[in-house]
């Protein structure tokens, strides 16, 4: 006799207590990890600083960090990016809810930890572009470079000599690749 795996719902995510570490749910199963390394969080600051102050500056919409977003469900999948941008012509002006929003953003920021796994990292990539994210930058602290998925499949890649762009989801953005991973 076997008995089914009891599946989590976004509810049950969202009212986890803090255990200290970063969790995710994929198709109902919850996935943790731990806690994000200083290479990381280093790239992730400078990437929050940098974008940030380009999205305020333009009155573009607004960006977050580390928040749930809502891609499917029954069963339900939430996933937290490093960082996130939702355009005011996808979001309005709604007010914001205690929940996991629906609307997916304009592009996501994923910064790879020495822990992750790149296989999570390609499948969170595909259920973002699948979900609607037009744009998904893939940030390697480790061999410091960015990769750019775009919602048409293509993929550019960024190293350290190059100025990573936001086009076609925010014209104008342009930033070194070198200044997101100089310590």
Not at 38 to 48: E, P, Q, Y
Not at 148 to 162: C, E, I, K, L, S
Request: charged share 20%.
């Amino acid at each position: 006799m076997t008995t089914a795996k009891k599946l989590l719902t976004a509810a049950d995510l969202l009212a986890m207590p803090d255990d200290g570490k970063r969790h995710e749910l994929v198709r109902g199963e919850l996935i943790t990890m731990p806690l994000n390394d200083l290479r990381h969080g280093i790239a992730a600051g400078r990437i929050h600083l940098r974008f940030g102050n380009f999205i305020c500056g333009n009155d573009l919409g607004f960006g977050v960090g580390g928040c749930g977003f809502w891609l499917e469900q029954e069963p339900d999948t939430v996933l937290a990016p490093d960082y996130a941008f939702i355009s005011h012509a996808r979001w309005g002006y709604r007010p914001v809810a205690h929940d996991y929003p629906k609307i997916m953003p304009d592009l996501i920021i994923e910064v790879v930890s020495g822990f992750d796994i790149p296989e999570y990292i390609d499948a969170k990539t595909q259920m973002w572009l699948a979900a609607g994210v037009r744009l998904v930058w893939v940030v390697y602290p480790g061999t410091q470079e960015v990769h750019a998925h775009h919602d048409d499949g293509t993929v550019q890649r960024f190293g350290v000599g190059d100025t990573l762009t936001g086009d076609p989801v925010l014209p104008g953005f342009a930033c070194p690749v070198v200044d997101i991973f100089t310590y």
